[in-house]
């Protein structure tokens, strides 16, 4: 008897939280709505890219929970390092409104918190190797994570999504008639020594 085995390497890691509670307020969403909004490309987001830092505390507080638990499990860092959230913004798409395909500069890890959202809900995510992949394209029968260029990943209302910033996303076009779709997107940076001395290649982030 033969014996097959297939196994998937370097993958991308997705981690996802879901919050038993509610962490914003909606006099707060329409307070920093009302500081003033301004059109991306296809949705709308506020002007103010901070928002983190004097809004929303017990969410921040649930994000920087979940961004130690990523950095543990996932990166697993040799030395001492602190991540924490550099800008953080509210995203709105209104009906029509959609985000295009894009990644996050100057960011380790990128994360959204989604406060509503419309039914069958996703985020599309990018593989970095589908131009690689498609040189030869063959037709699927169907899609998996081996031979998909890209990927859909529902979300759901007070749930939080962490994902390497350099990973390409995208947003499908609000279909709702009624409905915005509202979500806090936040990027990270770190501080601690990178690299090591010995080898030429040591970073000291302060």
């Given amino acids: 008897m033969s014996f097959q085995e297939i196994s998937g390497i370097f993958p991308i890691p997705i981690y996802v939280a879901k919050s038993d509670s ?8 329409e307070n920093i709505i009302q500081e003033g909004i301004h059109k991306s490309a296809g949705n709308s987001k506020t002007n103010n890219s901070y928002i983190f830092d004097k809004n929303f ?11 130690k638990k990523y950095v543990e499990e996932i990166i697993n860092p ?9 800008q953080s913004w509210l995203n709105i798409n209104k009906p029509g409104e959609f985000h295009h395909e ?15 959202n419309i039914e069958n809900d996703k985020i599309t995510l990018m593989d970095p190797n589908s131009k690689i992949k498609d040189q030869i394209h063959v037709s699927p029968k169907a899609f998996t994570p081996f031979n998909s260029t890209c990927w859909f990943f529902p979300v759901h209302q007070s749930e939080l999504i962490l994902f390497p910033s350099w990973l ?8 709702n ?3 915005d779709r509202i979500s806090i997107s936040f990027n990270t940076f770190v501080k601690g020594t990178l690299g090591d ?6 970073l000291i982030l302060k």
């Fill in 22 to 29: 509610d962490l914003t307020s909606k006099e707060e969403i």
């Fill in 57 to 67: 505390k017990e969410l921040k507080q649930f994000c920087e929970q979940h961004l």
């Fill in 78 to 86: 040799k030395e001492e390092l602190d991540f924490y959230i550099t």
């Fill in 102 to 116: 894009h990644s996050h500069s100057n960011s380790i890890i990128s994360g959204v918190f989604y406060i509503s």
């Fill in 168 to 175: 390409s996303h995208k947003v499908e076009r609000n279909e």
């Fill in 177 to 179: 008639a009624t409905t």
């Fill in 197 to 202: 001395i010995d080898e030429s290649t040591e």
